[in-house]
């Protein structure tokens, strides 16, 4: 099989990260995954939501947005018609992941927010933005060391994400629009840096899926991931 | 380990599956998982969303309501604040999972709209949504049948759901809310009745999860569903 | 004239109440009359709306629900639209009711939500949840004062209600769904256990009504809710 | 028993009734009665709502809204928060009201839409709409026929409302808000010109009523009913 | 070219100004510029918005509304569908508008809301807004310095505005509704007595414009502002 | 008068406009103007609003957004709270100054939607939205023209904006966010490229401003105005 992008099955594709893009926010990341490109942008707030008051923790959390014609058919803006359940799936996903990478007690007192932006979609959105704005949490934490408002770092693991699916029967590495479009099969992987699962969601879009190909996924997905975090680090310079 | 309940590590929460529970529906089911009860009805619809025309498929989808005291602490009603992201992420689940298990093709020109609602929760109401709209799908789908609407029986196997954790360190079936509150591991499976997976959704809520631990859990899903299965052709007297 | 569920003109339908059908609520009462399903909840909270405070006297407030397919023709959730006129019409006059029989100022501090969801509707949906929301509100009273948070019962007298009206010319008491539909006058009566009026609201779906059909309706009512208050005791077993 | 507007028990306010106050509207009438102004207009289109169409009728509505300042404490405009409950329930009873009236066969293919403004209010807004908005739906209604768009007249009878209550025990006629802030009871009465019952809602605020109290009421509703339709007719010059 | 209300280029439409007009209000004036009706309501709140607050300034704010039948077809409530954005644009241009005239350091500690509701459109609903909500704002500040709330007047000068366009070649004052539908160029003018500007809103509907033709609109506008604080101050009675 | 940026007063700042930013839109452009960056993307859509139907013209129109961490200060998403007045009274500005380079005769049958969202906001977002949407929406007219779609290119004339101000008593061009703060008086100026005046909005943020002062500013934005469509021009290639 040759991938549409002639990439091989377990090949990323070409991953921009950089640090530093926007002169406001307390973090900052721009992701580039192909022709996928999101914006990630921390932003930290020294009051935790109501319900983590009290609990010695800190929080982290997402919001996830897209340009109206980051995609092919233009989209209406959400906010002239609220936001989709999709939107709201993915920023929980994405604050989940990131918060497995933390030791949120050092937060105590702070909450991170991160926002993801997607300036142009080719699949692999939601997976861009836990890779980019993970790079934009680790920077607002240093910023929060920095000023010594936290005493350790809170960054416990690098967290990456990847989608891998089984297309034409065959399992391949980070999914851009088309292929994803005709993927049998459809997994997104959430890990650490020591390759610890966070999380994982699997989809059969046609027909099922069994254990044993939901191992060659898993496969693909480590070294993806292992490929993520070495970007993620090199981009913040560690 | 003793579980809350006091049951086996594999044992499922007792289950009640009650058929023709509302008078107006064409076609709707009761289930019990323990304290969690949702009311699952099918409507049939003789038109399809849009973007479902031509394509020479009709369409199943679902949404989940929960009453206000359906839980501890009093929810406010969504009819006043509007859907929140975990309602959009639980029915578009129980749409995929319920469509998981059905070829469209034969439902072509026909929407079967199934809604769940939560009487009671402690734990489990998108599995039990699953499960429990799976046999409410099923009777829709025996009622066009019947009328002659449709040329064969558009089920291509039965779907059901569980969710499994890690408590205490040890794998379990079928977690109840106290259980679920404290699991260090959260999956929710969905597989069709020979065994093929048509969702995985797993979460680490502290710490991180891996191949091993994810493994146990499939294996205690198997078992589950299995049984779930047989119990929803069992109410079905089939 | 015959009934179309063979009725007498002053017969009610068949009602069944049950107490505590909801293992997390301060009270509740699931109430069926005739194929009307009701489920009532009472929610105590020791706060009070900001306008009722300082005045000496604590709330009771109701709200209302319909399950999408409680109806014949499913319904659209509310969750999606917005609350529709008819819902804040009928919780407003469900909240009015309840408060009719209470003495507020023994529940000073304190506020009770009424929560009247409907499972299955065949007319009649506004007055079942007045007397069944009632039952559930008698319940969480005696909470109260079981955990000495009131002094005494608040309960001034008993609350139910129904509906009459003047079907093909002849008055009855207690409309279905289908002589709601074809009632000439329709009036919803609310009283006390003593036969005091707390709320009556009659109106001519096609033509007027004088006087005297009024007296008429009014003592079918007073048969129906004499007989609802005794099934309401009986119910709670005092 | 003095009351606060030195009237008898028995009195309307002054009620002032101007016609053809709006440029635009195909009928308009400002209603006074005493503090209390609201301005009607009346709009026809020549489209019914979709659940009326194929009835061979045709159809009456109302909506009601109120200025910021029409109260003494200014109320938030509705345009900002969404209609309340309140306003739902009184453009219901309105529009019930205004219906009551016609033959609403003859507007086959017409519906009028009778806005409700009130530009101050001091108690019995909802009585003054529908006595200034059945005006200002009678104008519309000589504007079809003039125009030849219909073919008779549709108005069967004047319609008209009043407020009766009682207030320190003695039953009085046309609350002002001062009286209905301290009514006991208060009931809305709606009736066409020849006495016969449209609407009646009564309301205990504390205690309850009883049969013979409602009578009184009713005595005083005739009498105020029959005065107002007096008053429609002159200022319509009929 | 004759205007098609037969007035002089120069000349504004018959002003009509009427102080006190609301029983509730702190401050009210009705305005009608011809057949243009906009009753304006002052409201003091001892509260300012969070952003004011610790600023040493009090603030005054707008709102704008206008009634469904107050325009020749009929508009939708917004209190149905939400405010327009014409709605915000126009609200915002008020409040600055009126701002402009006053010393805000004086209100310390005070809000006032100027409610600006349109009863009947024919053009320039806008300017009168501004005119009359003058005039309610002066008296409120009236109030405030009565009761010793304030030391001193906060108006600093008065303020009024005034549209002028070009239509068919020629710069004509104060357009109304068919005049504006037919302007080339449409400009707001806001200034205070002292003829100093506070707000300059030009638009070229079709083409372009000069600086030429903008300076004849001017002119034309100090004009028509000069008369408009006349006729503000003999409402006034000053 | 030392300009922040060091600036002359009649000195823009640093334009950076950069075409076909985005691989799915039918025209694109990315402006930086200074530390203000905006992205704008055509959409050509082969329907026209309703009202615009049988009037023999196409139509434009833009959306504005900025993204929630574009500022000092995080903004709340407006897909959350819905679109704030601010939002809307510039997006409606964008799009009657968009208009106003054009001959929308040409464009009978399509519309043209400019979205403009702020990356990063420094001062000048709506102007800066006019600017580079008018060269997205230059290059959506190449491509209609390209695939003959309409006969001749409805672009009239070029059209730029940008703002002028009194700054510390002095006329300077071009404000960023610390000279718009501290600008008594600020104006924004849209015009052609030939000078034509198609909007300008002046507000003096304290005090006023005169005939004099307007005159300096619109000698400022005229230069600016000329080097924008220069720049423009330069960036297509033309």
């Not at 099955?9 to 721009?30: M, Q, T």
């Not at 088309?178 to 879009?205: H, K, P, W, Y």
Request: proline content about 3%; some cysteine.
């Amino acid at each position: 099989m040759i991938r549409p992008s002639d990439r091989m099955p377990d090949e990323l594709r070409k991953i921009e990260l950089e640090i530093n893009v926007n002169k406001h926010a307390e973090g900052s990341c721009s992701i580039k995954c192909g022709d996928t490109h999101v914006i990630c942008t921390a932003t930290i707030e020294d009051k935790v939501p109501k319900w983590i008051k009290d609990t010695g923790e800190g929080w982290v959390t997402a919001e996830y947005g897209m340009l109206p014609r980051s995609t092919d058919i233009r989209m209406d803006r959400e906010s002239k018609k609220g936001q989709a359940g999709r939107t709201h799936e993915i920023q929980r996903l994405i604050g989940r992941a990131l918060r497995g990478g933390m030791d949120l007690r050092i937060l105590d007192g702070f909450q991170i927010k991160i926002d993801c932006d997607v300036i142009q979609a080719d699949g692999g959105t939601r997976t861009a933005s836990i890779t980019g704005g993970f790079v934009a949490l680790y920077l607002a934490c240093q910023k929060l060391l920095k000023e010594e408002k936290i005493a350790k770092n809170p960054v416990k693991a690098f967290v990456a994400a990847v989608s891998c699916g089984i297309v034409q029967g065959e399992p391949v590495l980070d999914l851009d629009y088309v292929e994803d479009s005709n993927a049998g099969t459809d997994a997104n992987f959430v890990m650490d840096e020591n390759g610890g699962l966070i999380e994982i969601q699997g989809t059969a879009e046609h027909g099922t899926f069994d254990k044993e190909q939901l191992s060659q996924l898993m496969v693909l997905a480590e070294k993806g991931i292992k490929e993520l975090v070495a970007l993620q680090k090199k981009a913040l310079g560690i």
